[in-house]
């Protein structure tokens, strides 16, 4: 029986990991590299619709990534990582994919206007990027595309053009599902709704023991809680989001009655903040230590990541070519 297939692409337009991004994916795709054969392209080309003036920076944040998901634990042997750029056969795809896509459709993608509104350029590439990401996840033919909230909109388009492409065609593309982290989005240590890699209020993978306390230390609460003896706001309140989103990590039963006890103590105004931030500083750090331990032991074999691209991406490039083919075949287009 052959295993359902997952796909997931990270911009290499940063070179860490931060909480928000764990809980949202990361942490999903571990759990499911056993389950299903795993593809992740790192989406050089993706990167160059609002990077492309930085260009020389891909590199480094490649290998930073890398380094991010072999120290989550997402394991070469199970999954495949490759350079998107580096099977051409994307480009291909997401041709023939185009002009199926009706423009309106596209011209309404929420994330374009997002981008306009940062300050972006507003240029073909980065209104054609709903089709390159279709493309990302029907090359390999994808069963299921684990991504944060806000990339479900996308994954919303792969669908409607692999319907499309099958209603014209024949059955080519299964129809892809988008899979949502169990805690969508993670709040900025600030209070903001969401950890933003440039924002300012982000816990990265990578902090070092020191810089997750104070940044723990300094976190948003109950804005309207001035003395610890008031009862506080437990929902909304960035330090027990990320208990609730971490305490149970690693399957540690104690730090999830720790903090239901917490919370009651919170509700009622029995404990001080600072009580619970040194609680999240203990089990955060319960989580990110290892994960930094298994960091510098890759970080001491360079080559070790060239090897393991170099094998995803000739991995990947087969798939992609027996997908043109069928797409070729499915249009009439083979020729000779
Ligand atoms: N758009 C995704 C992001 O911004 C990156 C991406 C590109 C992707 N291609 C993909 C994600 C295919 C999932 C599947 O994070």
Do not use: C, W
Request: aromatic letters at 10%; a neutral charge.
């Amino acid at each position: 029986m052959t295993r359902k297939r997952i796909l997931t692409g990270d911009r290499p337009t940063y070179d860490s990991f931060h909480l928000g991004n764990y809980v949202g994916s990361l942490r999903n795709r571990v759990k499911l590299q056993d389950e299903y054969e795993m593809f992740i392209p790192i989406v050089d080309l993706h990167a160059l619709t609002t990077y492309f003036d930085k260009t020389k920076q891909i590199e480094g944040n490649i290998r930073g990534l890398m380094l991010g998901y072999l120290s989550v634990g997402l394991d070469p042997e199970k999954v495949t990582f490759f350079i998107q750029s580096k099977v051409p056969e994307v480009l291909e795809l997401a041709y023939f994919l185009s002009v199926l896509t009706p423009r309106p459709l596209i011209a309404r993608q929420p994330a374009l206007k997002e981008k306009l509104d940062q300050g972006f350029q507003d240029t073909v590439g980065l209104f054609y990027y709903p089709v390159l990401m279709a493309a990302d996840i029907l090359l390999v033919r994808a069963n299921l595309v684990p991504v944060g909230k806000d990339q479900k909109a996308h994954v919303e388009y792969a669908r409607d053009i692999a319907i499309k492409f099958n209603n014209t065609y024949g059955e080519v593309f299964p129809i892809p599902e988008p899979l949502i982290g169990e805690v969508p989005t993670l709040p900025g240590t600030d209070g903001q709704a969401k950890m933003g890699k440039s924002s300012g209020n982000a816990i990265f993978l990578t902090d070092s023991a020191e810089e997750v306390r104070k940044k723990v230390m300094g976190m948003y609460t109950d804005p309207a809680r001035i003395h610890g003896d008031e009862p506080g706001d437990v929902e909304n309140n960035p330090v027990f989001i990320y208990l609730d989103a971490f305490a149970s990590q690693a399957g540690n039963k104690r730090h999830v009655t720790r903090t239901e006890q917490y919370k009651e103590r919170y509700r009622k105004g029995t404990v001080k903040d600072v009580e619970v931030k040194e609680f999240l500083v203990e089990v955060l750090e319960e989580f990110l230590e290892p994960i930094r331990q298994r960091r510098t032991e890759f970080e001491k074999q360079p080559e070790l990541i060239n090897k393991i691209l170099k094998e995803g991406t000739a991995k990947a490039r087969k798939e992609a070519q027996q997908t043109l083919d069928l797409v070729r075949k499915a249009m009439k287009m083979e020729y000779f």
